[in-house]
Nanobody, 119 residues
Framework: QAQLVESGGGLVQPGGSLRLSCAAS????????MSWYRQAPGKERELVAL????????GYTDSVKGRFTISRDNAKNTVYLQMNSLVPEDTAVYYC????????????WGQGTQVTVSS
C-alpha cells in the first residue's frame, strides 16, 4: 500500500520556523517527484514547493520563495519542507504528494499536517 505520512506541524509564532517531514512507503520513492501543497480554510489547495525525483530541481510558489526549502532524502524515503520566517498567512493544512514519471496527476497524497502561525 502506498502511503505518505506527514509530521512536524504545530503552532508557532510569526517569525518562527518548522520543519515538516513526509515519510513515504509502498512505492519507488526515488522515481517520484514530490510536492508540498497547503490548504487554508475557505481557500483552494495551493502548490507550495516541488522537488524532482533525484533532487536535481526545485520550485516554489512566490509567497514562500526565500523562506521555505524543500529537500528529500531518497535513502530514507522522506521529503522535507523547512519553513522559516513564518507569517500568519502560512497557516494551513500542509500535504505532501507524489507524482510518478508517467503520470500527469499526483498519484498519492498524505493526510496532512496542521501548521498554525499566530502570536
Amino acid at each position: 500500500q502506498a502511503q505518505l505520512v506527514e509530521s512536524g506541524g504545530g503552532l508557532v509564532q510569526p517569525g518562527g520556523s518548522l520543519r515538516l517531514s513526509c515519510a513515504a512507503s509502498g512505492f519507488t520513492f526515488n522515481n517520484y517527484a514530490m510536492s508540498w501543497y497547503r490548504q487554508a480554510p475557505g481557500k483552494e489547495r495551493e502548490l507550495v514547493a516541488l522537488i524532482l525525483s533525484k533532487g536535481s530541481g526545485t520550485g516554489y510558489t512566490d509567497s514562500v520563495k526565500g523562506r521555505f526549502t524543500i529537500s528529500r532524502d531518497n535513502a530514507k524515503n522522506t521529503v522535507y519542507l523547512q519553513m522559516n520566517s513564518l507569517v500568519p498567512e502560512d497557516t494551513a493544512v500542509y500535504y505532501c504528494a507524489a507524482r510518478g514519471p508517467y503520470s500527469s496527476k499526483y498519484d498519492y497524497w498524505g493526510q496532512g499536517t496542521q501548521v498554525t502561525v499566530s502570536s
